[in-house]
């Protein structure tokens, strides 16, 4: 097994079984079921372009929301942040994810990288107002990941409220400033997660993250920014299984629940 290939900072890791989505129904532990409908909400960001978005609405009555925001190329249904939302649907979270059409865009790809931001900035902004004045709903939990994570923190910024908020960091920009000032001054409840190959870690400031936010962190050994290590395929799915395990107990997800 690969077990020692995780190390852990601050972290309860859990082993349980965990059953994904299969077309908008999760089976839970229990036998029980989560229903949830694909929806599309109209929103629209910078320049007044479309904001590409998968609402996960439940079936079930929720007023509890949860932000997607994935990286400009890892999609929210690339396995991490896939069995994320699953594991926030079990949660009884609705989900909204921001699917970013950045990605072999010539107009963003041609900007320098303030303008880059600015327009990733509007959408994100555009995607937050959308989710909290058409579903008459407050955000509680934000997930981001690489930069995505550059969208929590400016929602941090822009909006403080948000540092009440559960925040998820996957594979998280931490050597750029600007994100390390925000994790700081904001400090929410915080869960890392990262690999030692990802070009972005560096364990001391990892470190000084966690502890500024009273947080937690799971650290792949070898693994890299997709959170893949080298070797078997088995290996990197047992590491998804235990990071998803560590976001439910993060979540407050008991094994009864999910």
Not at 93 to 115: A, C, G, T
Not at 162 to 177: A, E, R
Not at 213 to 233: F, L, P, Q
Request: hydrophobic share 40%.
């Amino acid at each position: 097994m690969f077990a020692e290939s995780v190390a852990l900072l601050q972290i309860r890791i859990r082993v349980s079984s965990f059953t994904g989505p299969v077309v908008g129904l999760i089976s839970a532990q229990t036998g029980g079921q989560v229903m949830y409908s694909f929806d599309t909400l109209e929103i629209h960001g910078h320049r007044g372009l479309a904001v590409p978005n998968t609402f996960y609405r439940l079936q079930e009555r929720s007023d509890r929301l949860a932000l997607v925001f994935p990286g400009r190329g890892y999609t929210s249904q690339a396995p991490l942040l896939h069995y994320t939302i699953s594991t926030l649907t079990v949660a009884g979270f609705n989900v909204l994810s921001v699917n970013y059409s950045y990605l072999h865009n010539k107009d963003f790809e041609s900007l320098e990288r303030e303008d880059q931001m600015r327009w990733l900035y509007d959408d994100v902004e555009a995607a937050y107002q959308a989710a909290t004045k058409k579903l008459d709903v407050e955000v509680e939990v934000l997930i981001g990941k690489s930069l995505g994570t550059m969208a929590i923190g400016y929602l941090l910024d822009k909006h403080p409220r948000l540092s009440q908020c559960k925040v998820v960091w996957h594979t998280p920009l931490i050597l750029l400033p600007e994100l390390q000032q925000q994790i700081k001054s904001h400090h929410p409840q915080s869960l890392f997660v990262i690999g030692t190959a990802d070009p972005h870690y560096d364990q001391d400031t990892l470190a000084e993250l966690v502890e500024s936010t009273n947080g937690e962190a799971v650290v792949v050994e070898d693994a890299n920014h997709v959170m893949e290590v080298s070797g078997e395929v088995s290996d990197s799915l047992w590491i998804i299984g235990k990071i998803i395990d560590s976001i439910g107990e993060f979540l407050g997800v008991t094994a009864s629940e999910g």
